[in-house]
């Protein structure tokens, strides 16, 4: 399956519409993916290719995509209909616990478009009367988004504004793929994941974030004389050089937050102020240093910067960053339209991922700043 793009796949299966039959497009596309998409990296893959072109066929396919992920999470899901029609429930996804709690999907590309509440509710309230849900008790309304924007953030104001925190959540596609990776590769349970899903407060995604930063630095390596290699078993967060004043390769991940896009973030402290920042515990801390270079990586979209480090990370405050080491840079090369994307093919070329089987998940890669090969870095960026 990682041979054949999601836009090859959509080629083949035709037009996804709610047309009936178990040989329509939308089932064989069901199927495929049901049936071959069996590695969260290979979801990731397809979910990015959602992300990046536009139209009807790929909002549709992130649709399906967003429920297969909830089979992930140990959920029962019912595919649901790419457009509502009068008297039948119109939800995007609906997804039964073994616990006996429901979660009724909505998935929406951006929020830049008006959302109505009352939508999802009153497929909950159906599903309610229906008695295929015994109450608001053991029900949940979550809408999945494509493409956060933190400047509009319409859905958690209007969450908050109805007093609706305790019936609907938010998250982005991104955090539940993470999470669908945490399943996966660390043994994260699914009554966790319920927990994850019913926080305090209607956005869900600083408390994902806020796990992934802390499984990905628990596999980072320390600095020990023997240094990983690529190709060595373990995940090759340290690299070989030569000496220890030559200029070492770095990658590292920005994401977006409740106040800007990844994108923004680059382009105010890497384009403008030329300077980076990381924190106290982050992996490499203490080995980056002048001559060395170093990429970003836009969650959800590929590397879309690099510049050269003109300082090594110092103490110090600076108006744009939250985090204290910060260090200046030089030579910095923006392509925010035009990313790196690390689709299979790219992975498959790169030192990182030697011996390795690109179906599966591959966000540890892009989770923590870590050093790379010289040659992986130049096959990341454009020059």
Not at 18 to 38: C, H, T, V
């Given at each position: 399956m990682?041979?054949?793009?999601?836009?090859?796949?959509?080629?083949?299966?035709?037009?996804?519409?709610?047309?009936?039959?178990?040989?329509?497009?939308?089932?064989?596309?069901?199927?495929?993916?049901?049936?071959?998409?069996?590695?969260?990296?290979?979801?990731?893959?397809?979910?990015?290719?959602?992300?990046r072109?536009?139209?009807?066929?790929?909002?549709?396919?992130?649709?399906?995509?967003?429920n297969?992920?909830?089979?992930?999470?140990?959920?029962?899901?019912?595919?649901?209909?790419?457009?509502?029609?009068?008297?039948?429930?119109?939800?995007?996804?609906?997804?039964?616990?073994?616990?006996?709690?429901?979660?009724?999907?909505?998935?929406?590309?951006?929020?830049?478009?008006?959302?109505?509440?009352?939508?999802?509710?009153?497929?909950?309230?159906?599903?309610?009367?229906?008695?295929?849900?015994?109450?608001?008790?053991?029900?949940?309304g979550?809408?999945?988004?494509?493409?956060?924007?933190?400047?509009?953030?319409?859905?958690?104001?209007?969450?908050?504004?109805?007093?609706?925190?305790?019936?609907?959540?938010?998250?982005?596609?991104?955090?539940?793929?993470?999470?669908?990776?945490?399943?996966?590769?660390?043994?994260?349970?699914?009554?966790?994941?319920?927990?994850?899903?019913?926080?305090?407060?209607?956005?869900?995604?600083?408390?994902?974030?806020?796990?992934?930063?802390?499984?990905?630095q628990?596999?980072?390596?320390?600095?020990?004389?023997?240094?990983?290699?690529?190709?060595?078993?373990?995940?090759?967060?340290?690299?070989?050089?030569?000496?220890?004043?030559?200029?070492?390769?770095?990658?590292?991940?920005?994401?977006?937050?409740?106040?800007?896009?990844?994108?923004?973030?680059?382009?105010?402290?890497?384009?403008?102020?030329?300077?980076?920042?990381?924190?106290?515990?982050?992996?490499?801390?203490k080995?980056?240093?002048?001559?060395?270079?170093?990429?970003?990586?836009?969650?959800?979209?590929?590397?879309?910067?690099?510049?050269?480090?003109?300082?090594?990370?110092e103490?110090?405050?600076?108006?744009?960053?939250?985090?204290?080491?910060?260090?200046?840079?030089e030579?910095a090369?923006?392509?925010?339209?035009?990313?790196?994307?690390?689709d299979?093919?790219?992975?498959?070329?790169?030192?990182?991922?030697?011996?390795?089987?690109?179906?599966?998940?591959?966000?540890?890669?892009?989770?923590?700043?870590?050093?790379?090969?010289?040659?992986?870095?130049?096959?990341?960026?454009?020059?």
């Open positions: 990682s041979s054949i793009t999601l836009t090859e796949l959509l080629d083949v299966v035709g037009k996804l519409d709610d047309s009936p039959g178990e040989n329509s497009a939308r089932e064989r596309f069901r199927r495929r993916i049901k049936s071959k998409l069996i590695d969260t990296g290979q979801v990731r893959d397809y979910v990015e290719e959602c992300l072109v536009s139209g009807e066929q790929y909002s549709r396919a992130l649709q399906d995509l967003v297969h992920i909830g089979c992930f999470l140990g959920f029962d899901v019912i595919f649901g209909r790419y457009q509502g029609v009068k008297g039948e429930i119109g939800f995007d996804g609906y997804w039964s616990s073994p616990t006996g709690f429901h979660i009724v999907i909505e998935v929406k590309t951006t929020e830049v478009y008006s959302i109505r509440s009352t939508t999802l509710i009153g497929y909950i309230d159906q599903l309610i009367s229906d008695e295929k849900i015994s109450g608001w008790d053991n029900a949940l979550l809408y999945v988004i494509g493409k956060p924007y933190p400047d509009i953030r319409q859905l958690e104001h209007m969450i908050v504004a109805e007093k609706r925190i305790n019936q609907l959540r938010i998250i982005s596609v991104e955090s539940l793929l993470t999470l669908a990776e945490m399943v996966n590769q660390y043994d994260v349970t699914h009554e966790s994941i319920l927990a994850i899903l019913k926080p305090s407060s209607p956005m869900i995604d600083h408390i994902v974030s806020l796990m992934a930063r802390l499984t990905a628990s596999k980072a390596v320390v600095v020990i004389e023997e240094p990983i290699i690529p190709g060595q078993q373990g995940e090759p967060d340290i690299v070989k050089t030569n000496t220890e004043t030559s200029e070492s390769y770095w990658l590292t991940s920005v994401t977006s937050d409740e106040n800007e896009t990844a994108e923004d973030c680059i382009q105010t402290i890497v384009g403008q102020d030329g300077i980076y920042a990381i924190g106290e515990r982050t992996p490499g801390r080995r980056i240093k002048s001559g060395d270079y170093i990429c970003f990586y836009a969650t959800g979209k590929g590397v879309v910067a690099h510049a050269r480090v003109k300082s090594p990370p103490r110090r405050t600076h108006p744009h960053v939250d985090l204290p080491w910060v260090f200046n840079l030579q090369k923006l392509y925010l339209q035009e990313p790196v994307v690390l299979s093919e790219k992975r498959s070329s790169l030192d990182a991922f030697q011996g390795k089987d690109p179906r599966k998940p591959w966000a540890w890669f892009v989770q923590a700043t870590r050093q790379i090969t010289k040659h992986d870095f130049e096959s990341l960026i454009r020059t």
